[in-house]
């Protein structure tokens, strides 16, 4: 009765428009009230002890090195590298959008982040080159979602956090699956813009120019390539130094903060020590939020966990089926779902401890399900109604949401198509850490 209760208020809080922080503190609060004798100080206790952690300090660093990099610079040069890199084939500045927002997400780890400052830079740029902007928006919304995924990834370090899961291993995890999804979108939008005919103008142009001036277009991405290697270098220093054991994954993030101020404060020249404190004071803003999120997640995971929800998820799941196949089929339907209507943070802190003793059962790696719990939860970011990206897209590219589902349930489809791919094929995500 006590999750009946729970989840009840949960749902009407959330589809009353009640922030979801606080509708997740507000039903957990009121059914533990109703329901058991629990006294009420344990809120604070869990809350305190959801955030009380070396390993959850890594979330902050991140955003904020995701935020640095965002107006130092950083981004901005890792987009110019990704156009000298495969700017004049067909749809090119599209698949310039995707791969900026892998290169990117592989720094800040933040699907948002990484929406928001190649799409600030792009949307604007694509539809100069006749890109219809609800496209424009759509492509660099499903872009963002592979920077949860492509290490070092916010969403590992929360799953890691959880459930006692290594996170360097799962940034290992996370690479191959990563690259799949990048890869799939370029696919997507290289096949949309030859069949819908979406800037081919510029196209055709820079064709001719490569005919007839490819020394002059080797040149170009040579003094690209020099100019972005500060930017370009973040992602090897950071992943490097953690999987060959120089820091742990929270150091990394710090190192990444210095690095990125560094880099952009005296190596590029883009910032000035006024834009650092907006930074600082903008993670700090962000942080809030996510520690929010967090603490009460925790409360709520450690209520349901009081009431043997597990143990009854577990049971439900054996008595549904015994097929692995079915199984994770089910699972990745509710994560679908629940990525419709919360956020990656509550999700992963609410869900991952409830699901992996039942896909344990069924011989799933624990390293494998992050993967999946990931790639899941990151596709909920653009779906309707509670989808991050699509907000952030909107708003950069001024324009409402439901002028992008023409273009929105095709990449979403595609999404569908990499969740099972990582699903049913463990050596995509298996394959680099066993």
């Known amino acids: 009765m006590s999750v009946i209760i729970l989840f009840v208020i949960l749902f009407a809080f959330i589809f009353c428009g009640v922030p979801v922080g606080f509708a997740i503190g507000g039903a957990t609060m009121i059914s533990m009230f109703a329901t058991t004798d629990i006294n009420g100080v344990i809120n604070a206790q869990y809350c305190y002890s959801g955030i009380f952690s070396f390993t959850v300090m890594a979330i902050p660093f991140f955003m904020l090195a995701g935020i640095v990099m965002s107006t130092g610079g950083i981004a901005r040069r890792i987009v110019d590298f990704a156009q000298a890199l495969i700017g004049t084939v067909t749809g090119g500045l599209g698949c310039v959008s995707i791969i900026a927002c892998m290169f990117f997400g592989a720094i800040s780890g933040s699907g948002m982040a990484t929406t928001s400052a190649i799409g600030s830079m792009l949307i604007p740029e694509m539809e100069k080159n006749k890109y219809p902007v609800p496209y424009a928006v759509t492509l660099v919304c499903f872009g963002g979602i592979v920077g949860p995924i492509i290490p070092p990834s916010l969403s590992f370090v929360l799953y890691g956090s959880t459930t006692g899961v290594s996170i360097s291993s799962l940034f290992l995890a996370g690479i191959i699956p990563g690259i799949l999804i990048g890869i799939l979108f370029i696919i997507t939008n290289y096949v949309f813009c030859r069949k819908y005919n979406i800037g081919n103008e510029r196209v055709v142009k820079e064709k001719l120019e490569v005919s007839s001036l490819i020394k002059t277009r080797l040149k170009h ?214």
């Open 221 to 434: 991405l040579g003094m690209v390539t020099r100019e972005s290697v500060w930017a370009l270098l973040s992602p090897v220093i950071i992943l490097g130094g953690i999987y060959t054991g120089v820091f742990t994954p929270t150091e990394a993030a710090c190192v990444s903060v210095v690095y990125s101020i560094i880099i952009s404060v005296f190596v590029y020249h883009d910032m000035t020590w006024k834009g650092i404190y907006r930074a600082f004071i903008d993670a700090a803003v962000l942080n809030g939020i996510t520690s929010f999120l967090l603490g009460y997640s925790t409360v709520f995971s450690t209520f349901m966990t009081f009431d043997r929800v597990p143990d009854m998820i577990y049971h439900a799941l054996l008595g549904a089926t015994d097929n692995k196949v079915v199984m994770l089929l089910i699972i990745n339907a509710v994560l679908l779902i629940i990525g419709c209507f919360l956020d990656t943070v509550p999700a992963i802190i609410v869900m991952a401890p409830l699901l992996l003793p039942a896909v344990q059962h069924y011989g799933v790696d624990p390293l494998q399900f992050g993967v999946i719990m990931a790639v899941n939860l990151a596709l909920g970011l653009c779906s309707p109604p509670y989808g991050c990206n699509l907000f952030v897209g909107c708003a950069v590219g001024k324009i409402k949401m439901q002028e992008m589902f023409r273009w929105l349930v095709p990449y979403f489809l595609v999404g569908c198509v990499a969740v099972c791919l990582v699903t049913y094929i463990p050596q995509l995500s298996l394959g680099i850490v066993k």
